[in-house]
Each structure stands twice: as structure tokens, then as C-alpha cells.
């Protein structure tokens, strides 16, 4: 007889019907799926609002701001190797969405107050722009040292779909959103979006180290 608490659940019926997920990946995969939700869903809710602080800035400044871009996007490329190198990744990584948060919400503070103060709106637009380059390589950098590659061939595209769908729900969210809430607010989701990642990413250590999720690298793992 088949006890209860072993028949498998309604999604986990779903995912090993749809999918190759197995029932002892599925929170894992679940808690991932998610993870890179509120990543690029965050992402890609508050990035309109760069070019609409773009237009307040005026073309002159904006075009001055890819330079300051290139300019942050080569220092901190050998500056993040290096402290990947030596911190943790499960110190590291939500630290840097706890970062993303924080700045979005002190800038979405600020536009709330100074709609049209240039010294913040000029931090935001570099900030952004910065930051589209290292979101999706952080992930699955994460990802990468936690499921081998057999896992990984079977798991990850269902995975970035969770990517995909944020991506497509967070434009989405703002231009319905926008005008009632105004471009602090949707910097504040975007704030709550980044949070909730890094829970999302406390979970997923857990259920790693616990072996619901079992690696055979885990050992030459750096967490």
C-alpha cells in the first residue's frame, strides 16, 4: 500500500507529465522557477522607467551616460571575478540582488519627492544599464553549482521559463501600472521583486545542502 504522504502531488504530477523533472527535483526546480521570475521580472519592470527618466534628462546628458556606462561596466567586471573568487556564492549572490533592492527603493524614494533630480535620475539610468549585463550570468552562475550537467540538460529549460515569463509580466505590469502608482512605485515593486529573489535564494541553499536537490560536485562546490 502506498502511503499518502508518497503519492506525489498535483504539480509534481504535472511537471513529470509535461517535463523530465523528477519528483525529488521538483521543489528545487519550483523555488528556481521562481527565482528567475522576480529576477528578470524585476528587471524588466523598472527598466522603462530608465527611459523615461532618460527623456527628463535631456539627449546631451544621456548621451554622456553610456560613456559613465562603458566606463562602470569595465571596473566592475574584474572587481565581481575577483570577489566571486574568494566570498562564498551563497554569501555573495544575495547580497547583490539585496543591493539591486535597496537602490531601487532609496531611488524610487527619491523620484517620489524629486521627480526631476538629476543627480539620481543619472545614477538610475547608469545603474540599469549596468546591470543588464550581469543579471542573467549571476543566475546561472548560481544555478550552474548547484545541479550537475545531466540535471542541467533537463532542468533548465524549465527553469528559464520562469525568466521568460518574468520578462513578459514585468513590461506588462508596468505600463498597466504606471500611471497609478508613477515611476517610484513601479521602482518599489521592482525593489520587493529583487527581496523576494534573495529568500528565493536562501530556500533553494537550504534544499540544496539538505540533499533534496543532490549534486555529486557538491563537495568542490565554493558555498
Not at 54 to 72: E, H, K, M, P, Q
Request: proline share 4%; glycine share 8%.
Amino acid at each position: 500500500m502506498v502511503r499518502s504522504s508518497d503519492r506525489p502531488s498535483f504539480v509534481e504530477r504535472i511537471l513529470s507529465t509535461l517535463t523530465s523533472v523528477e519528483r525529488r527535483e521538483v521543489p528545487s526546480v519550483i523555488v528556481a522557477f521562481f527565482l528567475f521570475f522576480c529576477v528578470l521580472g524585476g528587471y524588466f519592470a523598472v527598466r522603462p522607467v530608465r527611459e523615461t527618466v532618460g527623456t527628463i534628462l535631456g539627449r546631451d546628458r544621456v548621451a554622456n551616460l553610456y560613456v559613465a556606462t562603458w566606463i562602470a561596466s569595465l571596473a566592475i567586471v574584474p572587481i565581481y571575478g575577483a570577489i566571486v573568487a574568494k566570498v562564498r556564492r551563497s554569501v555573495f549572490l544575495p547580497l547583490i540582488y539585496g543591493f539591486v533592492a535597496v537602490a531601487l527603493a532609496i531611488v524610487g524614494g527619491v523620484l517620489q519627492n524629486q521627480p526631476k533630480s538629476v543627480a539620481f535620475g543619472q545614477f538610475f539610468y547608469v545603474f540599469i544599464s549596468v546591470l543588464s549585463l550581469f543579471l542573467v550570468s549571476v543566475f546561472w552562475s548560481f544555478l550552474v553549482e548547484l545541479f550537475d550537467s545531466g540535471q542541467a540538460k533537463r532542468l533548465f529549460p524549465v527553469i528559464a521559463a520562469g525568466g521568460t515569463a518574468g520578462a513578459l509580466v514585468g513590461p506588462l505590469f508596468t505600463d498597466l501600472a504606471a500611471r497609478s502608482i508613477g515611476n517610484g512605485g513601479i521602482l518599489y515593486v521592482g525593489a520587493t521583486l529583487f527581496a523576494l529573489a534573495v529568500v528565493l535564494q536562501a530556500i533553494l541553499i537550504r534544499l540544496w545542502k539538505s540533499g533534496q536537490e543532490p549534486n555529486q560536485a557538491r563537495d568542490n562546490a565554493h558555498f
